[in-house]
């Protein structure tokens, strides 16, 4: 019988390789508190062709206590796609609360848009279409800018991860908390290359050596958790 260990899911992309205990978690201790808005969200996301980029619920759970304990008036978002994560993150800062949002395709962020509307938290995102190393560097010009972040969330183009570590370190505030989402890249960073799908293994390597430096990191606290496809939660510390 062929060894189905070492083989990536492509199912769904959490790294729970059982599919009922996936369903199990979900049904029990993730969509009865999923608030309204994000379930509708989630849904209109549903029959997108990439579907599969929004944001894990049952990770999402988890950021959204995180915020709870920060508590940030000033986020960051790398990577928008539809805006689970972003709206998230509205429903759960202050109404005072500003989330800069970056992501360079304004068409996926605009299927949620309704949805961020009718919640209610509109005001609090200034969605830039755009890369986002331009942004964040024209942010660091400006020396107020500078530990202005309480939070930030990254889950975009992951070649750039470290690029955008390196900047983040700069604007999130020394106590602030950055999360970094599929860095274990379903699993595949554990795997010989030669059981990795051709498709996924650039970006395999990057998020190898992505936890390799952050790892090592002296700034920053860390922790990976295996929720979604790989959850890496970082305090800067320094």
């Known amino acids: 019988m062929e060894n189905t260990r070492n083989q990536v899911s492509t199912k769904n992309p959490t790294l729970l390789q059982s599919e009922e205990l996936h369903e199990y978690i979900l049904k029990t201790g ?12 989630r849904i209109a996301t549903a029959n997108h062709p990439m579907a599969f980029m929004g944001t894990a619920p049952d990770a999402g759970q988890l950021m959204a206590m995180l915020l709870k304990l920060v508590n940030p008036k000033n986020a960051i978002e790398i990577g928008v796609f539809t805006g689970y994560s972003l709206l998230l993150t509205a429903l759960t800062i202050p109404d005072y609360g500003k989330i800069t949002a970056i992501d360079i395709n304004r068409k996926a962020y605009e299927i949620g848009l309704p949805i ?15 890369p986002a190393l331009p942004i964040l560097d024209k942010l660091l ?28 370190m700069k604007l999130v505030k020394i106590g602030g908390m950055v999360i970094y989402d599929n860095t274990l890249w379903g699993g595949s960073v554990a795997l010989r290359e030669e059981d990795v799908p051709e498709a996924k293994r650039e970006w395999r390597q990057c998020a190898i050596e992505f936890n390799k430096l952050i790892s090592a990191d002296p700034r920053v606290e860390m922790s990976q958790v295996p929720l979604g496809d790989g959850v890496t939660i970082c305090r800067r510390v320094c």
């Open 30 to 41: 993730v969509y009865p508190r999923e608030p309204n808005a994000l379930k509708e969200l």
């Open 116 to 130: 961020i509307k009718k919640a209610g938290v509109e005001h609090k995102i200034d969605f830039i279409e755009s």
């Open 141 to 168: 010009e400006n020396p107020e800018k500078e530990g202005s972040f309480d939070f930030a969330f990254v889950d975009a183009d992951k070649n750039n991860y470290w690029n955008y570590h390196k900047r983040l």
